[in-house]
């Protein structure tokens, strides 16, 4: 079965991510939602952003430990 990775900022825009996830579920697809926002997320998702910053060469804190979202968004990548 094809799995597909709903990927998006999911602290501004967990509701889009959650209509995706639902339509792509419901089209028989596998979903995987990644988060890639600045803040808690409002959604459940399945790799968050403080996973995916944990792998950031400067570490989780050079990521999501300032009050610069756009700054943590470009680090993100």
């Known amino acids: ?11 501004t825009k967990g509701e889009e991510l959650a209509f995706l ?27 968050s952003a403080r996973e995916i910053a944990d792998h950031h060469p400067g570490g989780r804190e050079t990521v999501l430990g300032g009050n610069d979202r756009g700054a943590a968004v470009a680090a993100m990548g």
């Open 1 to 11: 079965m094809k799995r597909i990775y709903v990927v998006g900022t999911a602290d």
């Open 21 to 47: 996830a639902d339509a792509i579920t419901a089209a028989g697809a596998l979903v995987c939602r990644v988060d890639v926002g600045t803040r808690d997320a409002t959604i459940p998702v399945d790799i």
